[in-house]
């Protein structure tokens, strides 16, 4: 909870997108660009995922530009039509054929009215005249001729609704497929008109089985959609499509397909599908919430598309197909000429052949391949709102850049990933735009706060810090700049004092500029190891250096990194006199002091200069240690304090102490190998010193004289032992103490 109240700013800033995005979703604050990048995004979708594969069950005859030039000018005379349906249902032996084409004035073509007048007027005194028009009238009633074609058959015909001010009607509509009172006074959101261009009644009464061919065009002026049921002062008529593939399946009634209410109320007002029921047998076909359905589009669309079988109507008419060919086919009539003005805006392509779609739907419907958005897309797209902007507002303020990238995008592909599935499994429609705009923005807005405004902080931080702490800390101090301050506090940390031995002596042989590069050298190397080592530097105080461990990053194992730098130190002068030697420059020596306690570390100093620095009794004993190093002859000196956190170094116990201003005296030790690293010789040597120092402390002194001359026996080379072998010669002058408690007291620093 301390993060999220620390970071509040943020996850609001965060939370701005969502906020929009829920209004939008629930209808409170319309985004049209929104709709507009769900359209985009399900025609690209859409595209994708044709199946671009030949429909062998359905044809088309096309009314195209070959037809129009062999046949005529449309409309073409009702006895060609004739010839042209028992051809298709006769001959060629088509299951079904549909009309995409209206049949709303009689025709007048054959010239019968003109005959018939002449006879009843100008020739009436001729009775062969009469005779012979009453022999041929029959064929000449073009409609008539078109009707009986028609009859009995299975032929579906097709008509439109219109909408306009003076709501003009014309033609015989069908009977309606459901009334008002199935609907049990739910207000459903019908596609609704108020007039119609319909077949005339000659035509109507042979073929009673129609429907519209209208489809909805959305406000880019594209059609993706067909209403399966409109509303026409208060009945309900059916599609082309829907009536084709009822009279399919047996021609099933039609009823409303309400959800299951069992966790819903009476008032739910949504249509989930259309049902057709025939005996004991349903079928559901789902709708959204204007009972339509979305066209399952196959390919690009046209002839050369390759969805569906194209035959020019000429070559029907002219009997060019052999017997057959069309067997048990469904077969729609429309048209692809321009003229004609039946090519549609479509997702798929900008002159897509009216015909087509309704064929698209018929072969959804046979495949029981439905898409739609359900009607409680809403709900779904309030759901997923929710559950992205809350996870990437509550955890895109803790990550890193690149941790913040990974969960965006995967939140995203989740997004998509779900989408998709349930498009491609279940057929359903869902929003996607708003959601990824939303997380977009979510992790646009996050990104950019913390850019212009945790950023600021973040490199104050890193300008306070960066002269003494190593980049690498720096770089994870900025990550939660809220969590470091220069403000002094105390804590448990290492300190470490470094001095340069012989400096004095140098700086009296050395000219300036000699002794400036020489020192710059030194400490670059002692400073990079101290860096390196998670270490930050404190100050240098001429030819010493002062650091410590554990502030102001937290680092639990300050001691044991305290103790490795000490070593790697040494090491590191060691191979910087091997090149001295062989430049003739003078060798030089460190002396380094380490103690573990409490500290005050902090900004100190003045309003004129200040520095992030240590101070308490444990730094002064750290200091004291390293003035030691010179008189025990090592490299460095331990406080017992640090022995005990640096685990798994092997050491050597030096002496007690009681330096200047402290009453207790402490054990110090000289740390001689890192963790495992351990030669059997030094462990001899160790053992053997251990045995020696015990003797010391318990004065016996020719005990204690054996083990140092085996010591010296073992390293000659080293100071410590030659030191306390004086030591005892002078002890022995003196007598037995009881008291003694084995510590060497220093009264200088």
Not at 43 to 68: F, G, H, Y
Request: proline share 5%; aromatic share 8%.
């Amino acid at each position: 909870m301390r993060l999220f109240s620390r970071h509040w700013p943020r996850i609001a800033v965060t939370l701005i997108p969502l906020v929009f995005a829920l209004l939008h979703a629930s209808g409170a604050l319309r985004l049209d660009v929104l709709q507009r990048l769900d359209d985009i995004l399900y025609d690209a979708r859409l595209r994708a995922t044709m199946p671009r594969t030949l429909d062998e069950r359905i044809v088309i005859v096309d009314i195209d530009e070959k037809s129009l030039a062999e046949a005529g000018r449309w409309p073409w005379g009702r006895n060609k039509l004739a010839a042209l349906v028992d051809e298709l249902l006769g001959r060629q032996q088509a299951a079904l054929l549909g009309f995409d084409v209206v049949f709303a004035e009689a025709d007048d073509s054959s010239g019968l009215k003109r005959l018939q007048q002449l006879a009843r007027n100008e020739l009436k005194d001729q009775p062969a005249f009469t005779d012979k028009l009453g022999q041929i009238q029959a064929s000449l009633d073009y409609d008539a001729v078109f009707a009986k074609s028609l009859a009995n058959k299975p032929v579906v015909l097709g008509y439109y609704f219109t909408s306009d001010r003076d709501g003009r009607v014309n033609g015989v509509l069908p009977a309606p497929v459901m009334g008002r009172e199935a609907l049990k006074g739910r207000p459903i959101r019908f596609t609704s008109w108020n007039g119609f261009g319909a077949n005339i009644d000659t035509i109507a009464k042979a073929a009673p089985l129609a429907g519209f061919f209208n489809s909805i065009t959305e406000g880019d002026g594209v059609v993706r959609s067909i209403p399966l049921l409109a509303e026409y002062k208060g009945e309900y008529y059916e599609s082309l499509s829907l009536a084709m593939f009822r009279m399919l399946v047996g021609q099933p009634g039609v009823e409303p397909g309400f959800p299951q209410e069992k966790f819903l109320t009476r008032n739910y007002q949504g249509l989930e599908s259309i049902l057709l029921k025939q005996g004991s047998k349903t079928l559901a076909i789902p709708v959204d919430d204007r009972v339509a359905t979305l066209v399952p589009f196959r390919g690009p669309g046209g002839a050369s598309g390759g969805s569906y079988r194209y035959v020019s109507a000429s070559d029907v008419l002219a009997g060019k197909m052999a017997p057959g060919q069309l067997k048990d086919k469904i077969v729609l009539l429309g048209t692809t000429a321009p003229g004609l003005l039946d090519l549609r805006v479509t997702p798929v392509g900008e002159t897509y052949p009216g015909v087509e779609t309704h064929a698209n739907v018929i072969s959804g419907f046979l495949d029981g391949k439905v898409f739609v958005k359900p009607d409680y897309a809403v709900g779904f797209e309030v759901v997923m709102l929710v559950l992205s902007g809350l996870t990437l507002a509550l955890a895109l303020p803790l990550l890193s850049a690149p941790r913040a990238v990974a969960t965006s995008a995967a939140v995203t592909a989740a997004l998509v990933g779900l989408n998709f599935w349930l498009y491609s499994t279940y057929g359903l429609v869902l929003p996607l735009a708003t959601a990824l705009v939303m997380a977009l923005t979510a992790f646009a807005l996050n990104m950019s706060y913390g850019y212009f405004v945790e950023s600021r902080s973040k490199r104050e931080l890193a300008n306070l810090f960066g002269t003494y702490v190593p980049p690498e800390l720096v770089d994870e101090m900025v990550k939660d700049p809220d969590s470091y301050s220069m403000k002094a506090s105390a804590k448990e940390l290492t300190v470490m004092f470094c001095d340069m031995r012989g400096f004095t002596r140098m700086s009296e042989t050395m000219e300036p500029t000699q002794l400036q590069a020489l020192l710059n050298s030194v400490f670059s190397r002692l400073t990079d190891l101290i860096r390196s080592n998670r270490g930050t530097i404190d100050k240098y105080m001429g030819d010493c250096v002062m650091a410590f461990w554990g502030a102001p990053v937290e680092t639990p194992e300050h001691a044991a990194l305290a103790v490795k730098t000490s070593l790697e130190m040494v090491q590191a002068v060691r191979r910087l006199n091997e090149e001295h030697r062989s430049k003739g420059l003078p060798e030089i020596g460190i002396g380094i002091g380490l103690n573990t306690g409490s500290m005050c570390v902090g900004d100190m100093g003045s309003d004129i200069r200040r520095s992030y620095t240590v101070i308490g009794d444990a730094v002064n004993l750290g200091s004291r240690l390293e003035g030691l190093s010179k008189i025990y002859g090592v490299d460095t000196v331990v406080s017992a304090s640090t022995r005990e956190l640096a685990t798994g170094f092997a050491w050597q116990e030096l002496d007690k102490v009681r330096v200047k201003g402290k009453d207790q005296a402490v054990a110090i030790f000289c740390p001689v190998a890192l963790p495992g690293q351990l030669d059997k010789q030094l462990g001899s040597e160790l053992r053997e010193w251990a045995l020696a120092l015990r003797a010391y402390r318990d004065q016996a002194w020719d005990d204690c004289d054996v083990h140092l001359l085996n010591l010296q026996r073992m390293n000659a080379q080293k100071y410590l032992y030659r030191l306390y072998a004086d030591r005892v010669a002078s002890m022995r002058l003196l007598p037995f103490d009881p008291e003694w408690d084995g510590a060497t007291n220093f009264e200088t620093k």
